[in-house]
């Protein structure tokens, strides 16, 4: 529907409206007289017209006042002697059609015809249905039997998940192979992963294999301001779904409708609410024999209401994660079939250079190379309009136009210099890729790329003291250096204390506090969660003292750690500040020859510049 109509209505509306109110001033203007005063004028001879309109009686003055009218609102008929009077003094009248009578009526109508072409047009946005009815349609897309253009091999990465879906296809297309055994099928999938993983595609993929009609709806899309609405399109949803059996219903964020009750206290959203307990009913309803299920996908699951996720409705859980090595280049090679590649380019390389991106951030990457080889004029893309591209989705957009003084450019420069020292003193710490000092990003002043070379999924009480080590190592350098800090290192104090906490009161590695939990408590949520306790967890007293005293302890041994390794290796530290200064950027086999002469150090029991007691980490 085009979309020009609600203005044109809307000034319609406004000009009509406007014209009557003229219309109506115009025909009560003049002086307002008595009919008594009136037919003594007439008498006097001071009259020298009179104009019959309607009701309305309007005269002339004679004299200087000709132009001023006097107006009787009193009904002509009522008096039958005037128009006698008028003839014997010889005052000429006549009688002409009502301004009302003419215009008024009409204008007044039009902004009741607009309201109606609005409500009419109104009616037929929502569809077949007439009036506020068709407020209650679902508006999910249907994609029908042709399919959704999408099939597992436009999918990599996520191979347990399809592997999971790959019964829901198998009871899609071959029903009776289960039925058969009197088992039944899921009702429900839920999709849980973190965003951009494709959970979306994986659904839409599943649809596309089996080849049945594909209902796709957001849970935002449910809730209205007016109650009953969201419950009346889950209703009309099923409906629909059960006319167009088999088929898969899809629901896109699941936890905007699904969000476990009682969340926002006594006064919360009713209408969701509704909407919520209608989705349960219908699920627990429908028969899932006719070959209807229901997909949904969230990167929220502790929210949830747990009626949601007992057995007959969502009955399984589909973990989507981000990819490993293997799957981020299996990612990589469908998006790069779109993109003219150089010959360069390593995919397995760029893969182990993307350790936690997602396949959408694998793909925005990408694009964002594409979009740097056009403009540098390339015919193909390269290793290093892909590098820029992920180092430009890590780091943020470059700043060359932020201009840092000469002093402020040299304390990056050494403060970046102390994270890639300390890193590389560090045994088993990630190494450094790339040092810079060009500002990237909204705060970013310089920065220091760390890339792991495998996949990490569990981390030792050594590594978490080696990264809390390295954040501590741009504050160390810009004290050893300068004799003063600043305040560039809060993001990496911010890191180091949250890394600290949680090997307290998370983890269990300090003897004082022991293996015990004082993170937010955990509820029964069959995801870790329990979304109506939101307290932590009771402690004593000492207790918070003793975690706060462990927190201090880890930290402060870290930092002498840092500022041991940094003070053995002032002279690196000095040569490598020093060329960044003057490049900007410094990586590959020049940074490699740097840091290969970083030695470790013996934690010094009581750095000169470092205002922490002593402290030993056991």
């Given at each position: 529907m085009n979309k020009w109509w609600a203005p044109v209505l809307a000034i319609v509306m406004f000009v009509s409206l406007l014209m009557m109110v003229t219309?109506?001033?115009?025909?009560?203007?003049?002086?307002?007289?008595?009919?008594?005063?009136?037919?003594g004028r007439i008498e006097a001879g001071e009259i020298e017209e009179v104009v019959l309109e309607g009701e309305l009686v309007r005269a002339t003055v004679r004299g200087e006042e000709?132009?001023?009218?006097?107006?009787?609102?009193?009904?002509?008929?009522?008096?039958?002697?005037?128009?006698?009077?008028?003839?014997?003094?010889?005052?000429p009248y006549r009688a002409v059609r009502s301004n009302c009578q003419n215009g008024s009526i009409g204008l007044l109508l039009l902004p009741i015809v607009a309201i109606a072409v609005l409500w009419i047009l109104l009616a037929r946005q929502g569809g077949p249905t007439r009036g506020a009815a068709a407020f209650g349609r679902s508006s999910a897309n249907l994609v029908p039997e042709e399919g959704t253009g999408v099939t597992f091999a436009d999918v990599a990465g996520v191979e347990e998940a399809a592997e999971e879906l790959q019964e829901v296809i198998a009871f899609l297309t071959r029903p009776e192979k289960f039925t058969a055994l009197g088992g039944r099928p899921p009702k429900g999938v839920l999709l849980v992963g973190p965003p951009g993983t494709g959970k979306t595609l994986i659904a839409r993929a599943v649809a596309g294999e089996a080849g049945v009609p594909f209902f796709s709806i957001s849970g935002s899309s449910f809730v209205e301001m007016f109650v009953g609405v969201g419950a009346a399109r889950v209703r009309d949803l099923f409906k629909n779904a059960t006319e167009h059996?088999?088929?898969?219903?899809?629901?896109?964020?699941?936890?905007?409708?699904?969000?476990?009750?009682?969340?926002?206290?006594?006064?919360?959203?009713?209408?969701?609410?509704?909407?919520?307990?209608?989705?349960?009913?219908?699920?627990d309803g429908f028969d899932n024999r006719k070959g209807i299920?229901?997909?949904?996908?969230?990167?929220?699951?502790?929210?949830?209401?747990?009626?949601l996720l007992r057995a007959g409705r969502f009955d399984r859980q589909v973990l989507v994660d981000r990819p490993d090595v293997r799957g981020r280049e299996a990612v990589l090679r469908i998006h790069a079939t779109k993109l003219k590649l150089d010959d360069t380019v390593d995919l397995n390389e760029i893969a182990r250079m993307t350790p936690g991106f997602a396949g959408a951030d694998l793909a925005n990457a990408l694009n964002e190379a594409a979009l740097l080889a056009a403009r540098r004029e390339r015919e193909a893309v390269t290793m290093k309009d892909i590098q820029d591209a992920i180092e430009r989705t890590i780091?943020?957009?470059?700043?060359?136009?932020?201009?840092?003084?000469?002093?402020?450019?040299?304390?990056?420069?050494?403060?970046?210099?102390?994270?890639?020292?300390?890193?590389?003193?560090?045994?088993?710490?990630?190494p450094v890729q790339k040092i810079s000092i060009i500002p990237r990003g909204v705060a970013a002043l310089g920065y220091t790329i760390q890339m792991p070379l495998e996949d990490r999924y569990l981390m030792t009480k050594g590594e978490l003291l080696n990264r809390i080590t390295v954040l501590y190592g741009g504050r160390v350098a810009e004290s050893i250096v300068f004799g003063d800090i600043t305040t560039g290192a809060h993001d990496d104090i911010q890191k180091a204390t949250d890394i600290a906490r949680r090997m307290v009161v998370e983890y269990g590695m300090t003897k004082r506090v022991g293996p015990l939990n004082y993170a937010p408590e955990a509820g029964a949520n069959a995801f870790g969660m329990n979304p109506t306790q939101s307290s932590y967890s009771a402690a004593s007293a000492t207790t918070t003292e003793a975690i706060e005293g462990e927190v201090?302890?880890?930290?402060?041994?870290?930092?002498?750690?840092?500022?041991?390794?940094l003070v053995d290796n002032r002279p690196l530290l000095e040569d490598m500040a020093e060329y960044l200064l003057e490049h900007e950027v410094l990586d590959g086999d020049k940074m490699k020859g740097y840091l290969d002469r970083a030695s470790q150090a013996d934690v010094l029991a009581d750095p000169p510049t470092a205002e922490v007691p002593k402290a030993s980490v056991t």
């Open positions: 219309n109506m001033a115009m025909s009560l203007g003049g002086e307002t007289v008595t009919w008594s005063e009136l037919k000709k132009a001023k009218e006097v107006l009787n609102l009193v009904l002509v008929r009522s008096d039958e002697s005037f128009i006698p009077l008028l003839e014997k003094h010889d005052v059996a088999p088929c898969i219903i899809f629901i896109d964020e699941l936890d905007a409708v699904g969000k476990a009750r009682g969340l926002s206290g006594p006064a919360g959203n009713e209408e969701r609410e509704q909407t919520l307990n209608q989705l349960l009913v219908e699920m299920i229901v997909m949904a996908a969230t990167n929220r699951p502790e929210t949830l209401d747990r009626a780091a943020g957009l470059e700043k060359k136009n932020r201009r840092l003084s000469p002093k402020e450019k040299r304390v990056v420069s050494y403060h970046e210099c102390g994270h890639a020292i300390c890193a590389a003193a560090s045994p088993g710490a990630d201090r302890r880890i930290t402060d041994a870290c930092y002498r750690r840092a500022f041991a390794i």
